[in-house]
């Protein structure tokens, strides 16, 4: 079992930059295909940036080139280094393996971008 949890988020103008950390228990991390999802209020949770265990990225549209998504296999961690955040951005961000996992889910992170 995994247990994830995430930590970073925060308050930031726009133009700014944050950076997440997913913390991982569990032995099997550095195989897994892990994401950062996120769901801003009244929307659904969306898949935002996802690693495979050899270091493969992919990114939604929205985020390409703005988001950095990597990971430590050493230390079970996930990070999201987010540039140029947009008040679009705000939302709670959480990590997950892709496809996620329910009970997986952490309680996520705060990130709220003011104009």
């Known amino acids: 079992q995994v247990q994830l949890v995430e930590s970073g988020g925060g308050l930031v103008q726009a133009g700014g930059s944050l950076r997440l950390s997913c913390a991982a228990s569990?032995?099997?991390?550095?195989?897994?295909?892990m994401g950062w999802y996120r769901q801003a209020p009244g929307e659904q949770r969306d898949l935002v940036a996802t690693?495979?265990?050899?270091?493969?990225?992919n990114y939604a549209d929205s985020v390409k080139g703005r988001f950095t998504i990597s990971r430590d296999n050493a230390k079970n961690t996930m990070f999201l280094q987010m540039n140029s955040l947009k008040p679009e951005d705000t939302a709670v961000y959480y990590c997950?393996?892709?496809?996620?996992?329910?009970?997986?889910w952490g309680q996520g992170t705060q990130v709220t971008v003011s104009a």
């Open positions: 690693i495979r265990g050899g270091g493969g990225t």
């Open positions: 997950n393996v892709v496809p996620a996992i329910r009970m997986y």
């Open positions: 569990g032995s099997i991390f550095s195989i897994l295909t």
